[in-house]
């Protein structure tokens, strides 16, 4: 088990660390205490990948040196978040027959993932994640954990992660070069829903969307369990670069007009407000009417969430989420995106920031907001990796014989499944 657990979450507009130690609390259950925060902005990366790998590295080494200094300790290993549209998902199945003697074992779950695993890939792509989502005992299905349970056949249907071999090298070149070995690397969806959905949401059927400033970045509950996870080519920055073509300004007065007047609900702002700032070419500020600004942020934002809703649709479970869709990230602050959802959703739609009953402590507030739902979501999954490492120790000390083997997914499941 880690005394001490770290995040490294490279996005498109910011990087940041977090780093935390494991503690016991009074009942006996692992928690959080943040000890350092860094954060810097972005260089290098594109819609969520690494271009330019030693700008990456330096911008990766301000935010950690800024959250160790604050920690007063060296962060030695990270989880670290990964997004891009080069990562793939699809759904998958195992088999494996089970030693009549002892029940299912942890061996029989591995054969079991690893079959589901074995699937054709290009050769330029690898499986970054491998998640149980039901076992199946004989004819038992929706099992949640099978360890132990007796039956001839077991089956697995998992959830397969894939990403482009180069732009996971590239991303985990960036990080080693500090010396931090990487303790996973994690799909940003993965971590964020970790830090902003309610164990009944995911119970119910949901889907938890991060919008950042490159991407965006989506996974669904339904069926309790995992079942489809997605990241998309948009983010805020498309809202930024609309308002800077709209109003030939630069991308940076464009970003703070964006935060300071936007709201993707037009009728919400008064006809004839209006707001100055300085276009191409000209050294005078100039007005502009607030309205205008927002309608070409409507027009991005419609367009971004019909673009979520076919891909839910494309996946087959737009019509299976009564707890509707959580929307996090950067981005998902601009006024009026939760209304502007409801009206293309036609669902429940609510915007989520990490919870406030998470297992963490010293967190701060700027932490705690919607755009840090990934960084966040990393220390709880490596939170509950430590869980597992600990359940494991107990299964070492009790002599079974497959203690030491890491059944990760048996943990994910645990992980992923309603609270
Ligand atoms: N209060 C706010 N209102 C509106 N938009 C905001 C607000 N705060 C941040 N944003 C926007 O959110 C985006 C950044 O979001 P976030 O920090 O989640 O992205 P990221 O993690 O750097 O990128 P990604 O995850 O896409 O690689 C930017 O486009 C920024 O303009
Ligand atoms: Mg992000």
Redesign the pocket.
Known sequence: MQEFISAI?I????ICALTAAVVHDSLGNLTLDVLGEGQTA?QG?RR?VVVDVPAVTAAVHEAIEKCEAKAGQQILSAYVGM?GSHVATLNSQGVSPIDQRDGVTNADMQRALEAARAVALPETQEVIHTIARHWTVDDQSEVQNPLGMAGYRLEVDAHIVTGSSTAINNLVQCIVTHGIDIDELVL?PLASNEAVLRPEERRMGVAVV?I????TDIAVFADNGLCHTEVLDV???H??NDVAVGLHAPFKTA?EL??RY?NVIPERVAEDEKVWATVFGEKAERSFSRRFICQVLEARAMEMLELIQEQLRKSGYLERLPAGIVLT???S??PGFTELGRRVFNMPVRVGAPRSDLPISGLSRAFQSP?YA?TVGLLLWGLHEDARAVQRGFEAEAGGEEAAWLNQAVGWLRNLLPG
Not at 11 to 14: A, D, E, S
Request: hydrophobic share 20%; no cysteine.
């Open positions: 979450d996005g498109t507009t910011k972005s990366i969520g997004a940003e991060d950042g400033g490159g991407t983010g805020g920055n809202l930024t970003e964006k935060l936007g990230g950067g981005a602050q601009l755009g990934t």
